[in-house]
């Protein structure tokens, strides 16, 4: 069925899902997205290209408290030569510990199929600006807004632009 309403988002059952898992049964959602990581990984970046057939990068950021490299599976949306990422959670009430991380530390590195390259990070404040760049998240893949509909929090949004640009 149609939305009729353009203020009222349409919610996919897809983001419906991952809401719920990443809400409830969050143990889960992490144990998939880590052999999710360690998949793309092991076959560098050749293989688990893809999540609900939208494709994927690897983030890496270094942790907060652990000092160590924190791998994690994101949805690849790209905005000229930059990525954009968003703290979504899937919907969670809380932020996600990478989006910590990548606060913490004010550069990182990505794997994009078999290129990775470090990049620097740039955390989106401006009103307007968030807004263009959340209609290409959106763009890029459609459950964000389902996320967003499900959510009593506002999703940050970061750019990643290759280091030394």
């Known amino acids: 069925m149609a939305n009729k309403n353009p203020e009222t988002p349409q919610l996919t059952l897809s983001g419906r899902f991952n809401h719920y898992s990443s809400t409830y049964i969050g143990g889960v959602a992490r144990f998939y997205a880590r052999l999710h990581s360690r998949l793309y990984a092991r076959f560098g970046g050749t293989r688990f290209t893809k999540l609900q057939g939208k494709p994927v990068f690897r983030l890496t950021v270094v942790g907060r408290k652990s000092g160590e490299p924190r791998p994690v599976m994101l949805m690849l949306v790209r905005d000229g030569d930059d990525l954009l ?81």
């Open 85 to 165: 990422v968003c703290g979504s959670n899937g919907g969670h009430p809380g932020t996600p510990n990478w989006w910590r991380n990548l606060i913490a530390a004010p550069t990182a590195h990505v794997q994009v199929g078999k290129e990775s390259w470090p990049v620097d990070v740039r955390v989106v404040e401006d009103a307007t600006e968030y807004e263009k760049h959340w209609r290409t998240l959106v763009a890029g893949y459609p459950d964000f807004e389902t996320y967003r509909a499900l959510s009593p929090r506002e999703f940050p949004i970061a750019v990643l632009s290759r280091a030394g640009k």
